[in-house]
C-alpha cells in the first residue's frame, strides 16, 4: 500500500468515530485472561491493541510491511502489549486463536467466501470469529443523514471517505450462515456497520 496509504489509514483509525465502534464491538468478546487473539488485515493495530487491552495476547497480522512497521511503532507509543507481523488471511495456520478478528478486510478481497473460511478455520474450537465491516447501507446519503443528525467528533470526515470507499463493496452476511453455531449480530453506527460474532464448535 505504501507510504501515502498507511499514512491514511493511520489517520482513519484515529478518528472518534472508528475508535469508538470498535470499542463497541469488543463488548460483544469477554476478557482475555491471556488467551490468544489474532488480528487479520490489522493495518496500523487499532483492533489487536484493543484487544490486548482487554487482557488477550494479541497480535496483528498484515501483508503491507509499512502497515506492520506503523502498528508497531503506535503500539510502542502507546505502550501497548499487542504485537504484529507481516502475514495473509490465507496463510494463518489452522486452528491458531481463540479469537480472530477481521475489520474491513472480507469487502477487500476477490474472493470473500474464501476469505471468511480462512478466518473461521484459524478459530480455535470453542472461540469465536468477530467480524467488522460496513453494512450495505454504508452509502455517502447515509453518512450525511447521520452527520447532520449530530454523530461528531475528531476526522468525521473519515466516515463520509469510507462511505464512498466501500459502496457497493459490502459483504453479503449470508456467507457467514456455513458456521457451526448462533451468530450474535451487533449494529454499529446506526447500522451502517455491523460487528457478526460468529462461533467455532
Not at 465502534?21 to 489487536?48: F, R, S, T
Amino acid at each position: 500500500m505504501g507510504y501515502v496509504g498507511t499514512k491514511l489509514f493511520v489517520w482513519l483509525q484515529g478518528a472518534e468515530f472508528y475508535r469508538n465502534l470498535h470499542h463497541e464491538a469488543l463488548k460483544q468478546i469477554p476478557d482475555g485472561k491471556g488467551k490468544k487473539w489474532m488480528d487479520v488485515g490489522c493495518g496500523p493495530g487499532l483492533l489487536a491493541r484493543l484487544a490486548a487491552g482487554k487482557g488477550y495476547d494479541a497480535i496483528g497480522i498484515d501483508p503491507d510491511s509499512s502497515m506492520i512497521r506503523e502498528a508497531k511503532k503506535i503500539a510502542l507509543n502507546e505502550n501497548s502489549s499487542a504485537h504484529f507481523e507481516v502475514g495473509d488471511v490465507f496463510r494463518i495456520p489452522p486452528e491458531n486463536a481463540d479469537i480472530v478478528s477481521a475489520s474491513s478486510l472480507l469487502a477487500t478481497l476477490d474472493d470473500k467466501v474464501a476469505g471468511f473460511h480462512a478466518l473461521l478455520m484459524a478459530v480455535k474450537p470453542g472461540g469465536s470469529l468477530l467480524i467488522i465491516e460496513p453494512t450495505d447501507r454504508m452509502t455517502p446519503k447515509a453518512v450525511d443523514v447521520i452527520i447532520r443528525g449530530g454523530v461528531r467528533g475528531k476526522r468525521i470526515t473519515g466516515l463520509q471517505l469510507w462511505a464512498h470507499a466501500r459502496q457497493g463493496r459490502a459483504v453479503n452476511p449470508k456467507i457467514f450462515n456455513a458456521s457451526e453455531g448462533i451468530i450474535t449480530f451487533t449494529p454499529l453506527l446506526g447500522g451502517l456497520v455491523g460487528a457478526w460474532r460468529i462461533p467455532r464448535r
